[in-house]
């Protein structure tokens, strides 16, 4: 089966400096267990000018998180994923709701 968050997933923090916001997710990162959450973890890094930004300056951008910290969220809530097997096929189920996430 697939990773347990998968890249569009919400999610809300569960530890660390932005515990509480919640997020759509924009990259997954397995081998590293990483996780990069839309207008979460902003860091500023410097950035030379190239052809695509000519300005450079510093650019505020999304840096990752380790996927411990964050929870998967559906249908309002926080819940721990676990896997079902429905009509032969394996799907994400949400342990809370006690229904399917992926349909």
Do not use: C, Y
């Not at 990069?36 to 030379?48: A, C, L, M, S, Y």
């Amino acid at each position: 089966m697939g990773a347990r968050i998968r890249k569009g997933d919400e999610v809300e923090v569960i530890a660390g400096k932005f515990k509480g916001r919640r997020g759509t997710v924009l990259v997954v990162d397995a081998d590293r267990s990483r996780v990069t959450i839309e207008q979460v973890n902003i860091v500023k890094r410097h950035q030379k000018p190239t052809a695509a930004n000519r300005q450079g300056g510093i650019v505020e951008k999304e840096a990752p998180l380790h996927i411990s910290n964050v929870m998967l969220v559906h249908g309002g809530d926080r819940t721990r994923v676990g896997s079902r097997e429905v009509g032969g096929e394996k799907v994400r189920w949400s342990q809370r709701k006690d229904e399917a996430i992926d349909g």
